[in-house]
């Protein structure tokens, strides 16, 4: 090959290059431009979809009891640490856990490093780690820029009142991850769920998330590479505040039946029980505080309970531990869905079932020996014999005296009779009675855990038995159980508000209301009423007036001379208080102590139900709390206000200490009480006042101490108390 | 009065300056720095990039003057003081003096800036190969055959070219390291070397990229940007990340472009590597195919220009040294480029004279000196007319008989 040959090889060869170039940059640019101007624009566009702010809950009185607040807050993405080697991780954590320090956010690298743990298990969503953080914190963080740890403004749920109405009220969590999100929004499109949303959880947060849930802004956004959202394109949907919803809780009565229940229950636990009786745990109960004109509730207090503040900031192990495992079950509104035999709370329904049926005429007197023998029974064991609780002996009663002065064997009599002649008075007429009154199923109250109960009949056992023989072994009805049902014992399960909802009932002389806990929904924005919730009559009976009459004078008289007199010394005679206490037997238990009635006698406006777990007779501990709760709603007493919490719920941090004990940061400097870095000096100083202080400590130690120091000081009866009070209820003073 | 001006040193030198290629060159550079304000963010006050490259052009300028101004016949005798200097430097860079970038080891630090030896060494690497390919100077060597036929001679050649390579390499400098390649095949063809050395070498150069590739020898990002060229969409976020926010970055310039400072993908940070290794995909999104076809067109004119220069040559040294600096453009253009469209794999060769930073644009434009140098001390068909008229060479006759007489005048120091 010549020179020039080669000359024109590498020439040609040059061009040829070039051609490929301007022939593939023609296809780019000319041909494929549009499609590739498409693909760029979809590059640099997103859509946003941020939440809009939650309704708010009031209660009767326009108060506010779930809110909402703005905070800067600092959060922890774990998707923006997974990708980090363990050891970058925890140096980023300290990094940011140092710069939170400085900020004055007391919170320890193990801290952030358990939260980081957590979340990869548990959620893709950041979790908030501290709240109300300055704002040069919040500023340092954006212009530091650490991965997975952001600061942001979010709109948090806050609640005013912590722990009042808590079960009521519920909490908020948030959408776990896609497949909850596609679970949920296969009911409604306007507002889809994404993972990390907002959503009730509990009570009316979760009955009425839909309503509360604000409608969500849609954004189409210019973004550059880092996501950064350069310009709005287009407003695809307007966000909308979610509704406020008006409940019928009066705040201020919530939180003193909660303070009455809980009362209650601290001297249960100080009362000796009867001899050879199981201690008064006395760990929990409820009340039931119900408006009779309509059926409004204005309280269900529910013992234990819980702050639903915790759900948001996170609490500490103990806490989470009590919450989520302590046979307790904090979380349960016992109230609306606590499931509880009645006892004698239930006997003025077997007696209007022993007076319609025919069995028994109101002024029939009855010998109350203290203790009843079946008449069926043919041998002479003990299981044919029932007594009265305590062994009482009441003498010659009649329906008025068994009901105020609360005689078992007066009913326990009525139970067999009904069961002795069935082909008579039918073979459920005390069962009959009791889903009249509202027993046995839903009251239809709108929080998601209203729950039926049950009442017992010969057939329903046949069929539980046939279903699931191992769990119900006992396949026929014998009169023993019809006894133990006359006494409200035996299968006889209630709740609080279906016995609160029956006495208003007799009260309102047949006419028994849809419990309601939601007056109205308003707008968000402009405050009109989107929808209101009338009172609902639910059944209007035409109950016998022979029997109503005997009953309702039974039940004014057990406030008055019966069992409940003693709760009742002083209170206004004329008001008046319709009710019965109950003492409900559970197996290996104290009894469980009940109160239910209404008042004035009259005409009632309030009916309250009260139950205390493994507390003793109604009359002692159950009386007394619905005594309290009818002089807060008759005025007698002042209802002990209780202010609403402004300041931020306190986030509980464990301090970070040395081997020394002395506070320290994530990266082991001393720090002094407000989370500044000591200096040498400073710590020097704090070491010699500490030793200083120690050593005079030492000298007052060896000095002759005072015979009350020395000796072990008894265990006062309030720490038995405190033992069962939990960690998240404050005792309000 | 007028012939004392016209023998003036500084008028000789402009009379003799190739004004075609030094205007597309330097029209390039006005386009280059252009593209660096754009993605720089110069509009937005950022002009540290802008005045660190017009840095760079200035002490370019001065650099290509003194190179184009010099004799190379006398810059040939600085020929092994250089490749040693080279050799010093890229081992130095291996040592304790060298920083990371991007994956590869082949920065020294001075204050504010770095230089790159690998860049530099691609001067070495032509002027090593063109001097061992040529018949070096004095009369007693007028005689010699072909020294491109003389293996010992070839072998000095692929020793030298071996060495460098070797070390740059160990830099990481893949990129670099196929530009020499293609430099020394450029080279031997032009120096006619025989046909089965050129085998030989595109063979083993196959053979020894395939061994290094296969062995890990290359590191991690090179074997992802070979797979993710293969295959782009397979890791759309990962290694094939770069040419697609590229590809849609040209592709969405259409004919006219969307305007300077005026490309979403430059502007809002989706390209990558936007003022060095990108900068012609960020070209190509704000002018449009209009601007590449300039910029194209500008690059052709220059490597033409270059292309006669080397065939006009009078002797081999010069033919050589000029044929090498027209291959490392052609080159390093066409693989940038390339690169950017998505015809040929990532590597890290930035787009000369355009492309942000010193060391490549030094290099280029020492380069270009060379090829003036070469151009000026050509001995012209018509003296004083201007034009480069490419002089016949036949080289067909092979042997002893000197094909080309190194003019009397630039032989020896004067």
Known sequence: MTLDRRFSVLGWLAALL???????????????????????????????????????????????????????????????????????????????????????????????????????????????????????????????????????????????????????????????????????????????????????????????????????ERLLVEVNASNEVVRTIEVLQPGEPGSDVHLTIDIQLQAAAERTVQTELLEAQRRAPCEDCPVHEANAGAMVVLDATDGSLIAAASYPGFAPGEFLFGMTQDQADYLFQSADQPFVNRAISGLYAPGSTFKPFTAYAGITSGARAVDDVWLDEGQYRLTSCEEAASRCVFRNAGSQILGEVDLVDAISRSSDTYFYSLGEELWLNVDAFGVTPVQDAAELFGFGSSTGVSIP??????????????????????????????AGDNVNLAIGQGDLLVTPLQLANAYAMIGNEGVRYEPRVVKSITNGVSGRVAKSFDPLVSVAAQLDPVAMNAIRVGLAGATTEGTARTAFVGFDSRIGVAGKTGTAQVAGKADFALFAGYAPVASPSYAISVILEQSGFGGEAAAPAARTMFDYLFEEIDVPLREPFTDPEPIILEPLLDEQGNEVNGYGERIDADGNIMTPEQVAAADALRAAEELAAAEAATAPAPASVSAAPPAPPVSAASAVTPPPAEVTP | MKDALNRHPSVQFFRQLDLIM???????????????????????????????????????????????????????????????????????????????????RGWIRFGPFSVQPAEFAKLAVIAGLAAALSRPLGKRFQRMGNPAKDPRRIMGALVLLGVIMVLVLAEGETGSVLVYCMVA?????????????????????????????????????????????????????????????????????????????????????????????????????????????????????????????????????????????????????????????????????????????????????????LVQSVKAHTPRSAPGDGSLVPPVLDLRQSGPVPELEPDAATIGPQ
């Open chain 2, 185 to 369: 095949m450029a080279i031997f063809f032009i120096a006619e070397a025989p046909p089965r050395l050129l085998g030989l070498l595109v063979v083993s150069g196959m053979l020894a990229f395939a061994l290094a590739f296969s062995s890990g020898l290359l590191g991690d990002h090179v074997a992802d940007r070979f797979t993710s060229f293969l295959d782009a969409d397979a890791d759309p976020r990962g290694a094939g990340y770069n040419q697609i926010q590229s590809v849609t970055a040209i592709g969405s310039g259409g004919l006219l472009g969307q305007g300077v400072f005026q490309g979403p993908q430059t502007q809002f940070g989706f390209l990558p590597e936007k003022q060095t290794d990108f900068i012609f995909a960020a070209v190509g999104e704000e002018t449009g195919f209009l601007g590449v076809v300039v910029v194209l067109s500008l690059y052709g004119l220059l490597l033409k220009r270059t292309f006669l220069v080397a065939r006009a040559a009078s002797d081999r040294f010069g033919q050589l040294l000029v044929i090498g600096v027209f291959a490392m453009i052609l080159v390093q253009v066409v693989q940038n480029v390339g690169m950017t469209i998505r015809v040929l794999p990532i590597t890290g060769i930035p787009l000369p004279l355009v492309s942000y930073g010193g060391s490549s644009l030094l290099t280029t434009l020492i380069a270009l000196g």
């Open chain 1, 449 to 478: 855990s209203d729950r039926a109960g049950r009442v017992p009949t010969p057939e329903r056992r046949r069929a539980d038995h046939r279903d699931n023989p191992e769990a119900y072994p006992n396949e026929g009805w014998f």
């Open chain 1, 18 to 216: 070039f051609f490929v170039l301007i022939g593939r940059l023609w296809f780019l640019q000319v041909i494929s431009s549009p499609e590739l101007t498409e693909v760029a624009a979809g590059n640099r566009t997103r859509e946003v979809v941020s939440e809009s702010p939650r309704g708010q809950i009031f209660d009767t009185n326009g108060t506010v009891i779930a809110g909402r607040r703005e905070s800067l807050v600092v959060t922890l993405d774990w998707s923006g640490l997974r990708h980090l080697s363990e050891e970058d991780r925890l140096a980023v954590l300290g990094e940011a856990g140092h710069e939170m320090n400085l900020g004055g956010v007391k919170i320890k690298v193990d801290r952030l490093e358990s939260v980081y743990e957590r979340a990869s298990t548990r959620s893709l969503q950041p979790v908030i780690v501290a709240e109300d953080v300055s704002a040069a914190l919040w500023v340092t963080l954006q212009e530091r820029g650490f991965p997975g740890i952001k600061a942001e403004r979010r709109t948090l749920r806050v609640y005013p009142f912590r722990e009042v109405a808590s079960h009521l009220i519920g909490y908020v969590g948030s959408v776990q991850d896609q497949a909850e999100a596609d679970e949920l929004n296969g009911l409604d499109d306007l507002k889809p769920y994404r993972p990390g949303d907002e959503i009730g959880r509990s009570g009316i947060e979760a009955e009425f998330d839909r309503v509360l849930r604000g409608t969500p």
């Open chain 2, 22 to 104: 030094v205007g597309s060159a330097l029209a390039l550079l006005v386009i280059g720095l252009g593209a660096i304000a754009s993605t720089t963010g110069a509009s937005g006050g950022s002009t540290g990039f802008l005045l660190r490259q017009v840095v760079f052009f200035s002490v370019g300028a001065v650099v290509f003057t003194i190179v184009a101004s010099t004799d190379y016949q006398r810059l040939r005798t600085l020929v092994p003081v250089g490749i040693g200097l080279t050799i010093v430097v890229l081992l130095a860079v291996l040592g304790p003096f060298g920083s990371t970038v991007n994956g590869t």
